[in-house]
């Protein structure tokens, strides 16, 4: 058929009036597959082969997988806000706490027989996953237990001790450490044993029983303890230990820090275990040079996912079993195994493949340093502000670090900033 | 056919009011063609244009987490970002990077559309390589720019030290992360604003040139008294959809140094402020009120930039026209 204007306006107008037909005769779905069960998970949040299995033993639920590259949480606010295409099951960060105002847009979990299993995992991380109203909002995918990672070549060259053991015992306090690290320091000049101060600051936060709100949402972020923390870091700051990378505030994306994995000049950091990754593929020449123990100051936790059931799920018991079955125990240790994201189920903590030596850390299995840190960690609750107090203190520090700021004068900065947001917020 | 008899109408109004009511009616419907035909771009100007921005003024009265109900609170949201030292500083960023880029911008583009109009080799190669980076991914040219910033191991660390200068932190250090960002906005327009001076220099008549050699200019003052005053259209054109991108710098300052800016929010841009507000800290009712400062800080350079363009021409070029 050759196109004139005639046959093309005809067939344009003929689509236009379908399209018309077609909206008018359906609105869009509130789900995002109806019929189906469909999954919203962030890229490397699960294990796909665990994923897969998933598919195929609940065909007959149809469970649908979607893996969403970046921006998941834009994307469900964007489908909860406009009540259309919403994921049946959806995979929310360790920012669950700014979803509980909205749980109306959730299935509470206890509902549907979550209480059955809450033994299996750890209970601060099940308490992360549930509103101070007892709204159980998220099942536990994974958590991130904080340890100490140093070279054990260098500290052993230096005549240090190096053994994980004897690390740990060395520097069992945050003093202790900053103490080592003097000494240290003069053993091997231009080499840093801390990050940055966000770190020092984040993870002695981290370790405490309680954060910036207590459970009946009235801010406590004024008491001592965060000015304890803060002094900390700038302690270790003063006294010349800590490396200040730029771009070390975005995990992840330090080239500097690379770098300094590589050429050994940073000798120790505390993270989350969830850096393993990332430093086995950043620094690949360090094989078998690494060690982790205790972090100072104790166990503490950075990151974590949970999944959730959205209200207008059409079967949230099938979509709940499929939820219980992908982050069962056994599955929490295969999906450890395969994508690394560490068991939130202590029972996977002893599951024999877990605990196999590792040649990057010198045969260490360094589960039990993690799975000791995972248990010890103390249940505080997160506020939806949180994130955004911290990343304020997080942010004076580094003024204080690399540009030299007043230290005095960040600390005023700081807690007046975190005061207007919280006005701004309508909390105080 | 009907389409000539319809425009002879147009052409020839008459009065409406003098036509019987029912005779006025049918003329209205005699102009429906022509509102359907250029109603696509309406409608979606309306969809997608108008309802988001009034949308945002509705948002800007409300605190709303992106999810449940939103709560009214009149101007405070405006209150907050009259107050914040933040917002204020994220001007001031903006526009001393877009001064920081678009100067040696300019200046770079200018000398190159002058290479690309000589008569060199390789012409049409030299044209497409200096566009490529206009349509390379900027989070890939990130990579790479925060490799050669780098302190540690950069390229441009490694280069001063051969000339004996210690190394810089660029990315810790506030100028450094304005001058990386600069960098990086300089080298991917400065192709394509080349390619724009380009048209412009090729649109000058050969005889201009030939009028000043036959005065005896030289090729500086043929430059300064004949190129760039009959550039200037292009120039202004030119500095114009630089500041209305210079405005909106995002994406350069994101992957560089983050979301929060980096240290001393050196690179918090006033996009990359209401990005982190709106959607970072789940406070779009924040995030609507920074954007409707943003628009107020672009009406004053749209103003002043219609001023630019609306002088009257004094200083017409000598001896030429």
Known sequence: ?428 | MAVTDAVDTVDAPTAPAALPPSAARRRRWRYLPYYLAISPFFILFAIFGAYPIFYSLFLALHRWDGVGPKQWVGLENFAFLFTDDTFWNSILTTLVIWVMSTIPMTVLAILIALGLNSSIRFQGLYRVAYFVPNVTSVVAASLVFSSIFSGEFGILNWLLGLVGVDPVQWLSNPWGIKIAISAMIIWRWVGYNAIIFLAGLQAIPGDVYEAAKVDGAGPFRTFFSVTLPLLRPVLLFSVVMSAIGGLQIFTESQVLVGNRGGPDEAGLTMVLYFYNEAFINNDFGYGAAISWGIFLVVVIFAIINWRLIQRPRRDTPKGVS
């Open chain 1, 1 to 428: 058929m050759t196109l004139t204007r005639r046959t093309f306006l005809a067939a344009a107008g003929g689509a236009a009036g379908l399209a018309t037909l077609g909206t008018a005769g359906c609105a869009s779905p509130t789900t995002a597959n109806p019929g189906a069960l469909t999954l919203w998970y962030s890229k490397d949040g699960l294990s796909t082969n665990v994923v897969d299995d998933a598919i195929g033993r609940f065909a007959d639920d149809k469970f649908r997988v979607s893996i969403i590259g970046d921006g998941l949480k834009h994307r469900l606010l964007a489908a909860m806000s406009g009540n259309a295409y919403v994921p049946d099951i959806a995979m929310l960060g360790d920012d669950i706490a700014s979803y509980f105002q909205d749980s109306d847009q959730f299935v509470d979990l206890n509902t549907l027989g979550a209480a059955d299993v809450k033994d299996e995992y750890l209970p601060w991380k099940w308490q992360a996953g549930t509103s101070p109203s007892g709204f159980m909002m998220g099942f536990p995918i994974d958590i991130g237990p904080s340890a100490l990672y140093y070279r054990h070549d260098l500290f052993k060259q230096a005549g240090f001790p190096s053994e994980p053991d004897d690390v740990a015992t060395v520097v069992s306090t945050w003093d202790a450490y900053f103490e080592f690290g003097v000494e240290l320091q003069k053993a091997l000049p231009g080499r840093y044993l801390i990050t940055d101060t966000k770190t020092v600051f984040t993870y002695s936060m981290a370790q405490l029983p309680q954060k910036y709100f207590d459970r009946q949402d009235s801010y406590i972020g004024d008491g001592p303890h965060v000015r304890e923390a803060w002094d900390r870091a700038l302690d270790a700051y003063r006294r010349g230990l800590t490396a200040g990378y730029a771009g070390s505030q975005n995990p992840g994306d330090s080239v500097d820090r690379h770098a300094a994995w590589n050429t050994g000049k940073e000798l120790s950091f505390v993270n989350a275990s969830w850096i393993t990754g990332e430093l086995k593929q950043s620094a690949p020449g360090t094989a078998g040079k690494w060690r982790v123990c205790r972090s100072p100051g104790g166990a503490g936790n950075q990151g974590g996912s949970f999944l959730s059931i959205t209200k207008n799920c059409p079967r949230p018991q099938a979509a709940f079993d499929i939820i219980a079955w992908l982050l069962s125990p056994e599955n929490q240790a295969r999906t450890f195994l395969d994508a690394g994201l560490f068991p939130s189920s202590p029972s996977a903590f002893t599951d024999p493949r877990l605990l196999e030596p590792e040649p990057f850390f010198g045969g260490q299995v360094t589960m039990n340093v993690f799975g000791k840190s995972a248990s010890d960690v103390k249940p505080a609750y997160f506020s939806p502000y949180d994130i955004a107090i911290s990343d304020t203190y997080t942010d004076e520090l580094t003024n204080v670090e690399l540009v030299g700021k007043d230290p005095g004068q960040a600390w005023n900065d700081a807690r007046r900033t975190v005061t207007r947001l919280l006005q701004r917020k309508g909390v105080i």
